[in-house]
């Protein structure tokens, strides 16, 4: 959805079929994807606000989303603790980004719980 521009309510059910986990899995990546296209523009506000000399449209889109859903997760998730929603995005970054994404995606996030009050 990020590469195609795409956020339509069809793009998310689309991706939701090559979606390989179990319903609860599946239930939760819609919960995510829906929460972030919901607050796209306070989400993005924050991490640009965060992410000292880095504009949105400079990062790589693995780097981005992941920092959308984790930013998602931290203010509008209280189910989820922040140190697990920050942790998983590190994960996250380290498996499908560069080498430079889990130490960005750290001082980003960290950023975001300190200027949000979640931190």
């Known amino acids: 959805m990020e590469l195609t521009g795409d956020d339509s309510p069809a793009a998310l059910e689309f991706f939701l079929t090559h979606f390989e986990g ?11 994807v829906l929460g972030v296209v919901s607050h796209r523009q306070e989400i993005d506000r924050l991490i640009e606000q965060s992410a000292d000399h880095w504009r949105l449209t400079r990062m790589a889109k693995v780097d981005l989303t992941v920092l959308r859903m984790a930013t998602y997760e931290l203010l509008f998730c209280p189910d989820i603790p922040m140190n697990v929603s920050i942790d998983e995005a590190i994960e996250i970054g380290k ?12 001082g980003v996030l960290d950023h975001v719980a300190v200027v949000s009050g979640v931190k």
């Open 95 to 106: 498996r499908y980004g560069s080498g430079d994404s889990a130490t960005f995606i750290n």
């Open 22 to 32: 179990s319903p609860r899995a599946r239930d939760f990546a819609r919960r995510l």
